[in-house]
T-cell receptor, first 116, second 114 residues
Framework: AQSVTQPDIHITVSEGASLELRCNYS??????LFWYVQSPGQGLQLLLK??????LVQGIKGFEAEFKRSQSSFNLRKPSVHWSDAAEYFC??????????????FGKGTKLSVKP | EAGVAQSPRYKIIEKRQSVAFWCNPI?????LYWYQQILGQGPKLLIQ????????DSQLPKDRFSAERLKGVDSTLKIQPAKLEDSAVYLC????????????FGSGTRLTVV
């Protein structure tokens, strides 16, 4: 069965420091992979997505992610974190099977705190 | 373009009561999803519509949850009767088509069952 694992429940980084959020997935076919961000009381905003091609994907707000098929990973990175990046981050894999297309399977999320 | 609209934003009900949530997707988006997000977890799909037909409702607790999408636009999700474990944020999302296009999520309805 498809699944997504985000090993880190909570990460704290200093403002200006680099960030890497880990994501591992289990999916039988070529995955569609996504990172979403959720601020308190808000819905989820798409940061970036991977379908195929270049394994390094650029997203909004200065984020990027690298797809590594051999490691079944899709880690999110940012070279310099801003205080406004404090939020919860969700990795997701998109499914496409049979007559059901489009549902996302999410990890449990990583909460990012930024200290001044 | 306007986003996905959901109402109400918050709802508190007693267990065994009923509740309904409303979602208006982005204009032209044929696919609509309802997700349940329990505190501390990622969202979980409840039901997926393609136009006004159900594509996937395998994880919808059909003994108490129901959803409809009349005329292929707005959608309503209902819970009757509610249980304590239904306390969660209910997110509606819409997309043009398959997951590759990415979703647009609404801000959600936070339900508390007491």
């Amino acid at each position: 069965a498809q699944s997504v694992t985000q090993p880190d429940i909570h990460i704290t980084v200093s403002e200006g420091a680099s960030l890497e959020l880990r994501c591992n997935y289990s999916y039988g076919a070529t995955p569609y992979l996504f990172w979403y961000v959720q601020s308190p009381g808000q819905g989820l905003q798409l940061l970036l997505k991977y379908f195929s091609g270049d394994t390094l994907v650029q997203g909004i707000k200065g984020f990027e992610a690298e797809f590594k098929r051999s490691q079944s990973s899709f880690n999110l990175r940012k070279p310099s974190v801003h205080w406004s990046d404090a939020a919860e981050y969700f990795c997701a894999v998109g499914t496409n099977y049979g007559g059901s297309q489009g549902n996302l399977i999410f990890g449990k999320g990583t909460k990012l705190s930024v200290k001044p | 373009e306007a986003g996905v609209a959901q109402s109400p934003r918050y709802k508190i009900i007693e267990k065994r009561q009923s509740v309904a949530f409303w979602c208006n997707p982005i204009s032209g988006h044929a696919t609509l999803y309802w997700y349940q997000q329990i505190l501390g977890q990622g969202p979980k799909l409840l039901i997926q519509f393609q136009n006004n037909g159900v594509v996937d409702d395998s994880q919808l607790p059909k003994d108490r949850f129901s959803a409809e999408r009349l005329k292929g636009v707005d959608s309503t999700l209902k819970i009757q009767p509610a249980k304590l474990e239904d306390s969660a944020v209910y997110l509606c999302a819409s997309s043009h088509g398959p997951s590759g296009y990415g979703y647009t999520f609404g801000s959600g309805t936070r339900l508390t069952v007491v």
